[in-house]
């Protein structure tokens, strides 16, 4: 069965810095998807970047990025300039035939 | 674009109480999702629906739980009747398909409340 494990179940940042939530991943399938939710106080999950695994290269969607590293299964979110808005929870899923997520990570940015 | 309406937003009820919630995916997404999220995890599938049809169902409780997609548009999910466990936040999700690189969009969620 696949696994999500985020291993930082909370994190802070200065504002306008750099950081980097850590997400693991466990599977024998060689084709799937991964995926970084963004879910804050409002509840809806909001859709921050994906990833396809067949892909080398890294996903960038403006201040956020990812580290995918399919033989270590490990795909770390990087947010760059970090702002107010960004203070959420944050979900890391795996989804071939079924989504599965992570425990998610408190990320809260300080002024 | 609108986007996936749930109702309630809040729902409170005693144990052995019966509840229902209500959810419209976006128009056009054939696939809908029901998950329940318990406070600290992250969400879990209980059931998928393709257009009517229910597509895994594995992990929905269904001594208690049932959901339905009748015309392929909303869905209702029902318990009954509720136990404390029960106490969640139910999203319910939706995509244009079951491929698995499509995006799912979620709603606000209702959160339940089990006195």
């Known amino acids: 069965a696949q696994t999500v494990t985020q291993s930082q179940p909370e994190m802070s940042v200065q504002e306008a810095e750099t950081v980097t939530l850590s997400c693991t991943y466990d599977t024998s399938e060689n084709n799937y998807y991964l995926f970084w939710y963004k879910q804050p106080p409002s509840r809806q999950m909001i859709l921050v970047i994906r990833?396809?695994?067949?892909?080398?290269q890294n996903a960038t969607e403006n201040r956020f990025s990812v580290n995918f590293q399919k033989a270590a299964k490990s795909f770390s979110l990087k947010i760059s300039d970090s702002q107010l808005g960004d203070t959420a929870m944050y979900f890391c899923?795996?989804?071939?035939?079924?989504?599965?997520f992570g425990a998610g990570t408190r990320l809260t940015v300080k002024p | 674009e609108a986007g996936v309406a749930q109702s309630p937003r809040y729902k409170i009820i005693e144990k052995r109480q019966s509840v229902a919630f209500w959810c419209n995916p976006i128009s056009g997404h054939a696939t809908l999702y029901w998950y329940q999220q318990i406070l600290g995890q992250g969400p879990k599938l209980l059931i998928q629906f393709q257009n009517n049809g229910v597509v895994d169902d594995s992990q929905l409780p269904k001594d208690r739980f049932s959901a339905e997609r009748l015309k392929g548009v909303d869905s209702t999910l029902k318990i009954q009747p509720a136990k404390l466990e029960d106490s969640a936040v139910y999203l319910c999700?939706?995509?244009?398909?079951?491929?698995?690189?499509?995006?799912?969009?979620f709603g606000d969620g209702t959160r339940l409340s089990i006195l």
């Open positions: 899923a795996f989804r071939n035939n079924d989504m599965r």
């Open positions: 999700a939706s995509s244009l398909g079951q491929v698995s690189n499509q995006p799912q969009h």
């Open positions: 990833q396809e695994a067949y892909k080398q």
